[in-house]
């Protein structure tokens, strides 16, 4: 907070730092990345629920799922991730 400066109501301070985490779409992958294999497609709905993102994992996850892109291991251990959250 700057010194000597009078502010009636909430006081925040001045900004220093900030730090921002951008993700891509699923729509947006889906579109644009048909190169990804399995393993890359698994990473990226991993990410997505490590930033607490459940909503953009799932939505990636049936419709990759419904093109068949996972092995039945695979599809059996990231549908029990959701159903755990």
């Known amino acids: 907070k700057r010194k000597g400066v009078y502010n009636k109501g909430h006081q925040k301070g001045q900004l220093i730092f900030g730090e ?7 729509k947006y992958l889906l579109k644009n990345h048909k190169h ?3 393993n890359k ?10 930033y607490g993102y ?10 990759l799922d419904k093109q068949q892109i996972f092995s039945k291991r695979n599809r059996n251990y990231l ?4 159903l755990k959250r």
């Open 20 to 26: 921002a985490l951008y993700f891509k779409s699923p």
């Open 36 to 38: 990804f294999n399995e």
């Open 41 to 50: 497609w698994i990473r990226t709905i991993c990410t997505y629920l490590v």
């Open 54 to 63: 459940l909503d953009l994992a799932q939505i990636l996850f049936d419709q």
């Open 79 to 82: 549908r029990n991730i959701f």
